[in-house]
């Protein structure tokens, strides 16, 4: 059983009946599911994610003290302390002394605070354009299984995209970076002889191409160590990813280099060709830095838009 799942049995045995037997005047407004961080809220857990941080559990989001009071919080923290501590032959850990529980009884506003630097999901562009994205996917990911007053709803509807703008001046960062590493930089490693140099390359290609290939599918790009699963369930450019495992995992002597050449630039032409699709580019080449140019072009707001390419770039 995947955690997402046993987060739901559980609280559909326990959580819910505890909430309607002693917290009747809340159980309808207090949102609960399975949301935040940890590899079961995007169904990505496997038995190799329950060596730790893997519990039959689920999160309740209280709103801020001025409608929930401190008393009745605790009430409700010590309530879910008490719930089964085993369930579906999994057990619950002992809270550790150093770092924050994932699941339990958490502040909204402080959650959003962790992740987005606001209590109220409410970001600047500023905060658009340098929020790491697998924040945004905590936020965002996981599931309720019950949305309570509706704000957690609503915020989690609002940041499941993000603006447009800010969309085009990150593919426009990443093109100019992917274009630079993979298409130049490469080659003249390897003309240098610098074959560790040029894996060098390589990586910084893989890395931002993977980003462009999720802004194109319109999905934020999760935490480094599951991007690659991730891509390959995305519908535009997800079977690539075996291609840019190909890229990270093989050597640089000269006939696999020519052939690592080939794929960059066979990868390059998908995506500029996806960027044609979707109108976000109007250069007509092969070479992806003219189209980060362009892509940057079609920003419509001028101050973002003459802003430096990379500045949406962590």
Known sequence: ???????KQYFETYGAPMLHELFPDWEDRLAVGLVGSGSECFGWDDEVSRDHDFEPGFCIFLPEEDVLDRRTAFLLER???????????????????????????????????????????RLSLRQWLTLPEHYLLEVTGGAL????????????????????????KKLAGNLLLAAQAGQYNYPRCLRHGETGAAQLAVCEFVRHAIAVVFLLNRRYLPFYKWQFRAMRALPLLGGEAETLELLLTTDNCPETARAKGDLIENLSSAIITALQDQGLTEAVCGDLEKHAYSVNDSVADPELRNAHILAAIG
Do not use: C, N, W
Request: proline residues 5%.
């Open 1 to 7: 059983m995947q955690g997402l799942e046993l987060s």
């Open 79 to 121: 309530a879910y302390a008490k719930l089964p501590a085993e369930f579906a032959g999994f057990r619950r850990p002992k809270l550790s002394p150093v770092g924050g529980a994932r699941r339990g009884v958490l502040r909204l506003g402080d959650f959003l605070e962790d992740r987005t630097g606001t209590r109220d999901g």
């Open 145 to 168: 299984f019950r949305s309570g007053d509706g704000v957690f709803e609503a915020i989690r509807r609002e940041l499941s995209t993000q603006p447009e703008d800010v969309r085009r």
